[in-house]
């Protein structure tokens, strides 16, 4: 109450007063009166109501939801990769590079074309389960061979069975039929020495160009096995320069490089190598056998 208001004392306060009640019934409206008395009197109170809220029950239900399979047509796809494998261990190593621009074609329950990206992988997806023939085209003009695929033939020809939900492969190998030698002059031993090669459509600086990656020895050397043919660029510090390989090979030398690519040479021993044989054949003819021939040829004299 505000002073000078109330009927009962003007120097009455408004200090309110609170009252806890319990037990009632929700969405029920209550009535009450508040009737206060002192030495001045005992005024009726004004009636005053409330009502109180309804409880509410929240209820949580689950509802059951059945999710059909994903079809195979969606899912199931055929990955792969072509690379040069100048080691021939028949697995991807770290220095040897893919082939971009390989032309890889599938059939089988459905058929298609692609071509092998600047990593030398193709894919093909949303294929329907069933089984397939993935064939790459090998390029001509290269110096390129087949060395292998992922059915363990030489044929780049794999064929696979896709499987609804799951992912086949279908990876190829080549090797080079040439080899590289070469010496820069005034690189330190250890020096990167980076051969870009202008990969399947013979021109350089396009999309599928790749890099070749060799190191100069003690002597000055470097090399390289099992490339292909193309036009080469040689970096290593300040030198870059151009080279155009045939199927035959090629030798290029200045005052800072000698690059010769050729195809590789035979061992300097082995029974492949004609006139290495003749010494040890003689060796296994008897003395006198030989004796015999010398007289024999004196006689038809």
Known sequence: MTPGQSPLSPTSTNTPIS?????????????????????????????????????????????????????GSSVSAVNGTV?????GDETKDASEVWIPGISIAISGVSSGTATT???????????AAGSYKVKATMPTGLSLSMSWDSQGAVDWE???????????????????????VGT???????TDVNIDWS?????????????FISKVQSDQTFSLENIPSGKYRVRSQSLRTVVSVGVGGATYENSSLTFVVRAPTL??????????MIPGALAMVPLGALAL????RRRTR
Request: overall charge neutral; cysteine-free; charged content about 15%.
């Open 19 to 71: 009252y806890n009640l319990t037990g009632l019934t929700g969405g029920t409206t209550y009535y009450f009166r508040v009737n206060l008395s002192n030495a001045n009197g005992s005024p009726a109170g004004v009636i005053r109501s409330f009502t109180t809220p309804v409880a509410t029950t929240t209820t949580t239900s689950t509802t059951s939801t059945t999710v059909a399979p994903i079809a």
């Open 83 to 87: 690379w040069i494998d100048t080691d």
């Open 117 to 127: 990206s600047k990593t030398g992988a193709v894919a093909f997806s949303s294929l």
């Open 158 to 180: 794999v064929t696979v069975t896709v499987v609804a939900g799951q992912t086949a492969r279908a990876d190829f190998a080549a090797r080079g039929n040439l080899e590289a």
């Open 184 to 190: 820069i002059k005034s690189a330190p031993p250890g």
């Open 199 to 211: 990969g399947v459509d013979k021109n350089l600086d396009t999309p599928d160009d790749v890099t």
């Open 267 to 276: 061992p300097a021993t082995g029974t492949s190598s004609l006139p290495n």
């Open 293 to 296: 021939l010398a007289s024999r």
